[in-house]
């Protein structure tokens, strides 16, 4: 049960959550490039490369949002489940009356992050081409495209190396509870197999005198150590003597009944 729930639970899940939010990393930088290349394909008028690499931003960012979901459903309860929930890092929210500075939890941070990319990717090419990129004249599309630039290094990319790190950090807790796990099973084991044997050497003084089968008393000492070899000995041994005794008990009396007869 033990390596079941450990090796088959905690660890998966966590060496899944580690490789999941790596990549997150490489997709949030991934999407400011992508973001730059439209604007580039934009002034050289390639609508078929804008329209791709739009498709190519969007579809990225769903999958960022659908394995986030999975990542908080599987997250382990304690400094990660609660990392996604705590409301403690700082984002510039592009308003209408300028930029406004927010506090948001990791799980709110990275769905709102994957929307405005998929918004931004949304942005028509003319919106792309028109050089106001001031905050209070921006539409919808093109605030979410300032959003991703302004928060990506700052506030996005922080957040998924320190959530990284707790999961590390429960991979190094779950390799010092497997030790001590194996190192209790490993006693328990060790008590059991010694108890077991102590009894089973107290039954042979009793056992093996009974023993009248001849194959099985012949092959039974074969199969033992040869330190057992000597105890079944001294207990043959010590059979024998009381047989030998008897019968000189027996002979002596015989010998004096019959000089009493002769007298």
Excluded at 98 to 126: M, Q
Excluded at 143 to 156: G, H, I, P
Excluded at 247 to 260: G, L, S, T
């Amino acid at each position: 049960f033990s390596d079941l729930f450990l090796f088959g639970e905690i660890a998966v899940t966590n060496i899944a959550g580690i490789g999941a939010s790596g990549v997150f990393r490489i997709s949030a930088v991934s999407a400011t490039f992508l973001q730059r290349s439209i604007l580039i394909a934009s002034h050289h008028g390639d609508l078929d490369e804008v329209k791709r690499l739009q498709h190519l931003e969007e579809r990225l960012l769903e999958e960022v949002h659908d394995q986030h979901v999975s990542n908080y459903e599987t997250a382990p309860a304690g400094p990660v489940k609660a990392f996604y929930d705590r409301k403690d890092i700082e984002a510039n929210e592009p308003m209408e009356g300028g930029w406004l500075t927010i506090k948001l939890s990791y799980w709110t941070l990275v769905n709102d992050f994957a929307r405005r990319c998929t918004e931004a990717s949304h942005i028509p090419v003319d919106e792309i081409l028109d050089p106001d990129y001031s905050v209070t004249n921006a539409s919808v599309s093109k605030r979410s495209l300032l959003y991703v630039q302004e928060n990506t290094l700052r506030s996005v990319l922080p957040p998924l190396d320190h959530v990284v790190e707790l999961y590390d950090a429960e991979v190094a807790n779950f390799g010092d509870l497997g030790n001590t796990i194996v190192l209790a099973n490993t006693i328990v084991t060790s008590i059991i197999v010694a108890v077991m044997s102590f009894l089973i050497f107290r039954m042979l003084e009793h056992t093996i005198p009974d023993m009248h089968y001849l194959l099985v008393g012949c092959q039974f000492p074969v199969m033992v150590e040869r330190k057992i070899h000597f105890k079944l000995i001294k207990i043959y041994q010590e059979a024998d003597e009381r047989m030998r005794a008897l019968n000189d008990e027996q002979e002596e009396k015989a010998i004096i009944e019959a000089m009493v007869l002769e007298a």
